[in-house]
């Protein structure tokens, strides 16, 4: 075996308070990664990943310092270098792949000039030689035009470019190893999975090593030869990648990868009760025991050692107990034939072109959102799914009066029109409609208890106050599985899960008719998520409540919809129940999106389109997909608004060709081939 | 990309066109005229008749305006009846001493106080930073005219290094006007510095913090060429805006400045205006600031064009 390229040996580093005591954020944790190996490391918020990723590197993060243990890189004991030396090693030999690229580039410099400046530090190269290089780079991680995107600004590059000229810049220096921090999460999934293909054809033909961190099982089994599960500051398990997401020896990774929705399995996975140990705390019992559903006395006694398998290396006393297997939940929705919600030819335009553009003679953009038709039952999920730009979060803004229709109507169960903007509805039409938020942290007033932001929509919608709203503010509490202490507490003192729960609580403080979750699962942990979904359909349930639930994830959405709508800029390209949207026939652009899903699971390959272009707005006529659709017909394509193709209980395919071609369509493109794909990616 | 700038450009001249308007309305809606105020309690009969046709006011509004407006733009801004002189001749020397005091205030205080806010920033809550905060702080809330006076009182009363007042012509050379102008440069350079330090120091501390700065760190880009290359382009973008704003208040500033060191700029030549109700000359040096001001931001506007890449996007 040849020796590790990077070691870190019994590493422990954390927090040092005023009065000498230390918090831990790694606990004695040992990895190694040899050339052109690839190891993922997963785990969910504050377990440590990317702190140990940095600290491969070498790089502690402000306030931290390192208790225990050592770095090494290519043999260079990197917490003992001077700071000289360590910072030439960074960037020449190791680099960083940071998780938000649009944010990483300086966006005042052009592209070339920031990957230039990356070749002068670290290579002897003259002007031209450099400038021939940078051409060479972008070429390498398969930019169109090189030429052209060295001159362009940051801004002036999509999300997946971004991220691909983080990449340029990283090999800049011929880096060894690439030390990857979340580099997809963010992006749309078809783009993702471009990256990663991407990715992985740069380990296996640079030969370089790749430490990937990411939440994300599905990225890590695309991308991970091996794989770390951190869990509390402590390696959990790792192994190589198969052997852990097929047969995982901790229940943790047990329970993550039941956690996950899967796009074959209707219903809500299980969830982990319970919350990691905070970060910092001392440890006197294996970190999991509270959260672990195979807990035995022994867990308590002491911390369990990293135990030596057959494959890896495993952090339980009982590993070889299996446990009982975890089951999703299958929904059973009340739904009722009454209509909660119709849409009818909504049409949603953000901008206006001001006077002075009238005045020349400019015209009025094509709207953002067009055509949206759909009606929502009493007691009913409607899944909306598709990229960003596609119009999902629009529609919902507009149904809560946040933005404006140009056009068409929304209307309540009793015909009520909810064509008047927030501020122009009257209580009980805002009672009625209640939104949930992505980002609870955002949407709960800091400075506020948690008391008080419940007690707002009571007094405002049923005139509680004192002790009634206090009651209710309980049961609502209660409801949503919190205790009534937490009442007092505010937004800051909650974890992301139970500021969640409260974003949950405060719609439901309304009993509205209609709600809308906007991504409500997105920031949280997966573990977290399951429980919210399933808290959701409880909900539901009790109060009869309709949801339209807006998700990027296609299997969130079929986790928790009855059915579900397929959205490309701004334009519904399927609709129906969830089962049948989720089987062929597809729609083109839901095949593509389906393609491009990944799941645990090292054996399947997302099927990829040949390129992985984004599209800023949608096209004046025709239809919606038509720039980047692979069963393009032709002209008609480009001019005529595609039929509503019924295909029985409510499944309709807004598309040129006839069902029974789109049911060929879907084998075929399955076995397209993911290295072909990413060789075509930006041609 | 030049449209764009075009377009600034139709936005400035749009702002003034209708400062002018405002301005003559105003003038127009105050009771009485030129002629009644100049003629005051002779202002009857045949005589006010003689002065009005003799000026031109029983024409239409619109008229007279078009007339201003024509005049202005050729600087000839029209007559003052108080001083018996055409105004023009009378504001240009005085836009020249203005000008210098002004000119040579922003030249020195602007560069120097976004050094001082990089370095504050640089050294966020070192001994460096805490000392120029502190300074700042104590600069922006003393009064000018507070300042004004102590500096008199140390730097011309005391050790007579400088006059404390202004006694030379508003005609004199420049020569003979550089002395004057040194204490008051001092008292208007001292809020400008400090307010434009301070945004630029929290300016500097926000770009520092940003991802593309770690990632230069982890670039291996030395600390020196971070600040030149990465922070300071990126920082300067916000505090543009913010020298446009102080140069508006150094207008006002100015004014202030120039009566208590009895400079003569156009800020006491407009006070003695107003003093006098002579219109025509409050007119004409309003519209003049109007104009500086207007300019001022056109140029922060362009110098955040070429700053900020973004904004030269097509469509804005």
Known sequence: ??????????????????????????????????????????????????????????????????????????????????????????????????????????????????????????TDLDASARAGRVIELLSRVRLPSPEDMALRYPHELSGGQQQRA??????????????????????????????????????????????????????????????????????????????????????????????????????????????????????????????????????????????????????????????QPRETTIRDPQIKDARALTLDQVAISYSKIGWFDRLIGKKDPTPTVERATFGLKKGETLGLVGESGSGKSTILRAIAGLVGTQDGSVTLSDGESLAAPVNGRDRETLRRVQMIFQNADASLNPRQTIGEILATPLRLYFGLKGDDARKRAEDLLEAVRL??????????????????????????????????????TSALDVSVQAAALALLTRLQKENGSSYIF?????????????????????????????????????????????????????????????NDMTEKSPPAKGCPFQRCCPRHMGDVCDTEVPPARDLGTGHLIHCHMLPEQLVRSADTSVDQVPEEAAENAMA | MIALIFRRFGFAAFTIAFVSVVMFAA???????????????????????????QQGLDRPALVRYGEWVAGAAKGDFGYSLKKRKPINELIWERFRNTALLGGIAALLAIPLAIFLGIVAGVRRDRPADLTLSSAAMLAMTIPEFVTATALIYIFAVTLQ????????????????????????????????????????????????????????????????????????????????????????????????????????????????????????????????????????NLLADLAALALDPRLRRKGH
């Open chain 1, 550 to 610: 807006v998700s990027h994830d296609l299997a969130v959405v079929r986790a928790v919809s009855d059915r579900v709508a397929v959205l490309y800029q701004g334009r519904i390209c399927e609709i129906g129940p969830s089962a049948q949207v989720y089987a062929p026939p597809y729609h083109p652009y839901t095949s593509t999106l389906m393609g491009a899903v990944l799941e645990p699971d090292p054996d399947t390959a997302p099927a990829l389109l040949a």
């Open chain 1, 1 to 122: 075996m040849t020796k590790p390229l990077i070691k870190i040996d019994d590493l422990s580093l954390g927090f040092t308070a005023r009065d000498g005591r230390q918090a831990p954020i790694l606990r004695g944790v040992s990895l190694e990664l040899r050339a052109g190996e690839t190891l993922g490391i997963v785990g969910e918020s504050g377990s440590g990943k990317s702190t140990v990723a940095l600290a491969m590197m070498g790089y502690l993060k402000s306030g931290l310092s390192v208790f225990r243990g050592n770095a090494f890189f290519d043999g260079h004991d990197m917490f003992s270098l001077p700071e000289k030396e360590r910072a030439r090693l960074r960037g020449s030999s190791i680099a960083l792949i940071p998780q938000n690229a649009g944010q990483a580039l300086t966006p005042t410099l052009k592209i070339g000039q920031q990957i230039d400046e990356a070749l002068r530090l670290h």
């Open chain 1, 483 to 520: 205790p009534a202490r937490y009442l007092d507490r505010f937004p800051g003192q909650l974890s992301g899960g139970e500021k969640q729960r409260v974003g949950v609580a405060r719609a439901f403080a309304a009993n509205p008719e209609v709600t809308l979750c906007d991504e409500v």
């Open chain 2, 27 to 53: 003038v127009e809606a105050l009771p009485g005229n030129v002629c009644t105020s100049f003629l005051q309690r002779f202002a009857q009969g045949p005589r006010l008749e003689r002065c009005i046709e």
């Open chain 2, 161 to 296: 290094w400088f006059p404390a007042v202004t006694i030379v012509s508003p005609g004199a050379s420049l020569a003979q006007m550089l002395p004057n102008i040194v204490l008051p440069v001092i008292v208007l350079s001292a809020v400008l510095v400090a307010h434009i330090m301070r945004m630029m120091r929290a300016s500097v501390i926000d770009v520092m913090a940003s991802d593309y700065v770690q990632m230069a760190r982890l670039k291996g880009v030395p600390e020196r060429q971070i600040i030149r290359k990465h922070v300071v382009p990126n920082a300067m973008i916000p505090a543009l805006n913010v020298i446009a704003l102080t140069i508006a208040w150094l207008l006002a500033g100015v004014v202030v400045v120039e009566k208590v060191f009895n400079y003569p700029g156009l800020g006491t030549l407009m006070i003695q205006a107003i003093y006098d109700r002579d219109l025509p000359m409050v007119q004409a040096i309003a519209l003049i600031f109007s104009v500086i001001y207007v300019g001022v």
């Open chain 1, 166 to 323: 983080a990449v340029a810049m990283a090999l800049a220096g011929n880096a060894k190893a690439l030390l990857l921090d979340e580099p997809t999460t963010g992006l749309d999934v078809t783009t993702q999975a471009h990256i990663l293909e991407f990715l992985r054809h740069l380990a296996q033909e640079m030969g370089v090593a790749m430490i990937y961190v990411s939440h994300d099982l599905g990225v890590i089994a695309r991308v991970a030869d091996r794989v770390a599960v951190m869990y509390a500051g402590q390696l959990a398990e790792e192994g190589p990648t198969r052997e852990v997401l097929r047969a995982p020896q901790h229940p943790y990774t047990r329970g993550l990868l039941a956690s996950i929705p899967r796009l074959g399995e209707p219903g809500i996975p299980a969830s982990m009760p319970g919350v990691p140990p905070a970060v910092g705390s001392e440890l006197t019992a294996c970190a999991f025991a509270d959260r672990c559903d195979q807990v035995r006395p022994e867990c308590r006694q002491s911390v369990p050692a990293l135990l030596e398998t057959p494959h890896g290396r495993v952090r339980c006393l009982f590993s070889n107990d299996p446990g």
